[in-house]
Every structure is written in structure tokens, then in C-alpha cells.
């Protein structure tokens, strides 16, 4: 199912050193969920997911009424979300007349059974199996003659299946079980769930391509493009991957498949949610797309599909969109925190820079979509132009999305609040919990990337890994306090010597790193391939590997353009963004200045915030005493010392409720 894969080469940004020839790069694949146990800094997140938050999605489900949908045998549930006001949670506001977010409920299911899934490989837990067994049952049993499975076109608008795949997700819930069904083979060996999903796929399959008998259709929400990638994976099967990249092939072209099918509904093609195709990314061809627009997360799925394509055919012509595409968003449109989409008009893209704090939508999917991307960028070679932001996001935008205990939840990630945002327990479009907690239970498969004999270290974190190289058995193991600490052992365990290169990312962020193989120094620059230490060698039994990396605090500026933050700084230590808390400070955030050269400490705090680094600070804060009445007046404000304390973004609003600063005046 693989297609040849060619050599290139090109200039590219952050290197440290360059390779001085053409080389041919690899594929990489992922492990999958049993291959990789987490320990340390991930192993926590990993068991609130698994002890807290997978029984609260569960729970969750049920009470908005999912279920009651799914299950053919209840009687058929009435509407619980009104048409026309798909989003929840304190919010609400229309999108168009013709949608509700109970359309995606199958969604919302999925991503919990994929969650509860990849939370079963490290937790078992014998009630949430017979729970998902049980959801299994019921998508058997609705499941219709030809194959085809939807709770909400089978049960709540039957006879309107495949009639707008502009708005109504029906292809996006597709994919959503696809991965669903996946992630529960892997985790369990239980294939029924992939078989009721195999059928399904067939029946799409026969619906939808280029052949004249079929409509030329795709989804308007993508998702379904990568879960066929996957399902490909997971049973070898090519057409799978064949139906894949015909979703990705036919987006955009002329003639448009929204237009011909507005018109079929009768309808005015421009009147739809954000009247414009930008917003679903169909405007143009895929291969001809640079900017990166439209709502994030579906455009954050929709270039995953396309990388993946990448790997799998060695398709030039979606690499070099990707390239652009990629360059587009790290370069103008990301938030420090790896966040993205800055608007709540359309959950996505503005214009070039613009990247408001206080109001950042930056949705928690679409800050686990830039991880799905990046990762799948590591495809077709180990870069840490990639790696860096898969964990920039991780670890910043992504993990901010569920709190410390796993019980609450962001759905927007802004990096300023004056106290009046929280996590909250639920939300009428309840997207994100279970996105975030599919990621934190799934993180070793994203941690290593395995060539046909390279493996690539692309995360690091305590873990063990079982990695099948070509029918080679390797075990990896990492000790290390990361992210806390950057000393980093890792154990090579081979039966017997055996040669494979073994490639270490060295972030871009890291000024100084240092590497040693059996206590011997590693020349660290003779060895770097885009930002990889690459290490070729025979392997032996108990062969130690030690990096260190440098976590000296950062101050990051922003590019002038971005007016938000200028003569702003962000305090960066290793993967992490910090930020200020009311609770930690005694005056107002956006009172404090930082001299240049105030000196940061960083210390570790064991029982605070589950373990984390501080950052202190001497700075300068504006004082208001003697202002009185006044609201405007000639001399500046007068300061007094203040000392600050900064910890981890991930970590915020876990405390009292209060104010948050991510980036921090500069005097
Ligand atoms: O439309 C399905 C999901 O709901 C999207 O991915 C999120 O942005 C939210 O709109
Ligand atoms: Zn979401």
C-alpha cells in the first residue's frame, strides 16, 4: 500500500546545522497505544483523563441524551438542541438555520469511546469496557442493510442522509467512529466495532469518487480523510487510504459540490454559516491553498489527512502546500501558546498578526488539531521544525484545556483574563473534552516516530517503549524529570546487537545541549539532521544514551506587527509557556513591568499545582493611591517594587478564580 517516496531537498528556516546532501528521507509511522507506557509529568494527566475524566464524558453523554439517540431500541428522543443554535455553554448563537450540534452527537460519542479507549490500554477498567461494548451494540444494531450509520439521520431526519455535507457533519461523525473503532482494536483486540465501521466505509465508498455513477462529494467539517488514513493502517487495506485521498483530491475543484448541492436542496448557495467556502477550506484545490483560513480545527484536520498523504505516496505536489501552509500559521497566525484561531466569529483565522489576547478563541480542538498536524508532519522525516510546535501546543494551547483534577474544561484559551473565565463542567457543543483527553491518554503514540530502521525521539518524557522495528524488537526506555528537568537518559534494550539509527530531537528553543552515548561525548553539531541528533550505529544490550537540555528561562518577543503584544514578553522555560496569576500576585497583572534584566528563578515546587517549576521575579508595579478621582493627569503613574510569581499556562485557573497575564509588559 506504499508508494515509492522521492528524495528532496530544501532550504529551511531554524536549522543549526544543515545536511550537506541530498538525502532521502524515511517514513515514519507512530507506535500504536500498547506499544508506549507513559510515566512521570504524563503519567498524572494520563490517570486524570483515565479515573476522572473518561467517567465524566461517559456520564455526560448520557444526560444530554445521546444515547437515547443512538439506541434503536428507546423510543425516538425529541430534539434537544434547537436548530440554528448549535453552540452552548453560556453561549448562543446561530450558525445557520439548517444546523444543530446534536447533528455531530456521534462525535461526541466517538471521541469518548476513543478516549476511554486509549485510557483502557493503562488503566483497565471492566465498567467502561461494558460501557463501550454497550454503545458498540447499539451503532451494530442501528447500523442499516446497506451499511450506512448515522444516530441522527437514521433516527431524528430520516430520509435526509447525504443531502448536505456542507453543514451537517455527517462524513465528519464518519471518521470520528472510524477512529473510535480503531483506538478500541488497538487498545482491546474487540474487532466488532471496526467490522460495523468497515461496512459503513463501504457504503461511503460506493456513494461517493470520481466514478460517474457516484457524487462527487466531501465533507464540509473534515475528519474523515485522516480516520481513513488510519483505518488503511490498521487493517492494511489500501482502498481505504484510495477513498482518503479522493476526499482530499476532489476538495475545492469545479465544479463546486456545495454549489450543485445547494441547488439540489433548493437553496441559495451563499446563505450558510459564514457565507464563504474559506471557512471549510474548499475555496480552491487543496495543492493550490497557502494561507491557512476558515475555522482552525477543520482546517487543522484537513492538512493532517494531506501529510499523512504525504507519507503514504510521496505526493509532492500536497507537500509543497503543506510547506506553505505550514510556514503560513507558524509565521503569522500562533498564538506563543501554540493556541490558533482567534476569532469565535468563525472558530478560526483572521487576518495576518492577528492575535488578540483577551478575547483568543483559540479553541482547546484546535490547539490538539495543530498536535494531529505536526505529528503527521514528522511523517516523511524527523524535523523539529515540527516537533518544536506539536509540543509547543501540547503542552501550552492543548493541556490548558482540561483542568489538573480532569473534571473541567476550556473550550476557548485566551492569554489574558481579567477573572471571569473558567472551565466549566460542560458545554452544549462538548468538542473539546473529549478531543484534549483522546490526546493526554494517546501521548506516548506521538512521543516516537518509527522508520523502516530509525527511530525517531520525538517527545521526550519518562516512558517505557516497545518498539517492533521490521520484525526487531527494541525497547526504549526514558528516565527524566522532563518537562522539570532536562537530563534525559534513555536505555537501548536489543536481544541482540543491532543496528538502527536512533535520532534525538534537540528543540530549536534549547541553547546548548549535550549528548553522550555510553558516557562518551557525542559531537553534537556533526551529527545534527534537521534539528535530529542521528545516531547510526550497532546497538547493544544496556547501550545508555544522556542528553541534557538547556532550560535556561526565555523571554520571547512578538514580531512588531502583532500589536497586542508589543514591549510584552513571554517567559518560556523548556516546552513551557508561563503565565501570571491574580492568586500569585498582589496587584493588578497588567500594573507590572519587567526590566529587562531582572533575573528569573525557576524552582520546583513538589506540592503545588500537582508539581510544577515556578519562575520569580523582582519587577515594578504601577500603584493607583494617589490618583484618587483623577482619570487623566500629567505625570505618569508612580511605581513600587513587586516581586512576581509565574507558573505554567497549562496550570491556570486550578485556584481561586482571577485575573491572567501571559505576556507581560517590558519597561
Ligand atoms: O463542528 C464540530 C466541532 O464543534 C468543531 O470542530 C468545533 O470547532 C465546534 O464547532
Ligand atoms: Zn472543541
Redesign the pocket.
Known sequence: MIGSFAPQEKTMKNFKSSPSRLETRSRFRSPNIQQVSMGGFWADRIAAVAEKTVPILQLRCDEAGMFDQIDPARPIPEQRIPFSTA?GGGKVRPVGGNVT?QM?WD?DVAKMVEAAAFSLASHRNDTIEAVIDRIVDMYEALQQEDGYLNSWYIRMQPGKRWTNLRDC?EL?CAGHLIEAAVAYYQATGKRKFMDVMGRYVDHIASMFGPEPDKRRGYCG?EEIELALVKLARATGEQRYLELAKYFIDERGREPHYFLIEAEERAEEPGRFAHGTFEYNQSHIPVREQTKVVG?A??AMYLYSAMADLVTEYGDETLRCALDALWDDLVTKRLYVTGGLGPSADN?GFTSDYDLPNETAYA?T?AAVGLVFWASRMLGFGADTRYADIMEQALYNGALAGVSLDGMRFFYENPLQSRGNHHRWPWHR?P?CPPNIARLIASIGTYAYGVGESEIAVHLYGENQARIDLGGRAVHLSQNTRYPWDGSIAITIDVEEPTGFALLLRIPAWCATATLKVNDEIVDLAATLQRGYARLDRTWRPGDRVMIVLDLTIQRLYAHPNVRQDRNRVALRRGPLIYCLEGTDNSVPLDRISLAPDAAFEARFEENFLGGVVTLQAPATAETSDDWLQTLYRPEPPRTSPASITAVPYYAWDNREPGEMLVWLRET
Open positions: 453552540f450540534a455531530y462525535s457533519h465528519y467539517h475555522h480545527v477543520r472558530e479553541e480542538c457543543c468538542c
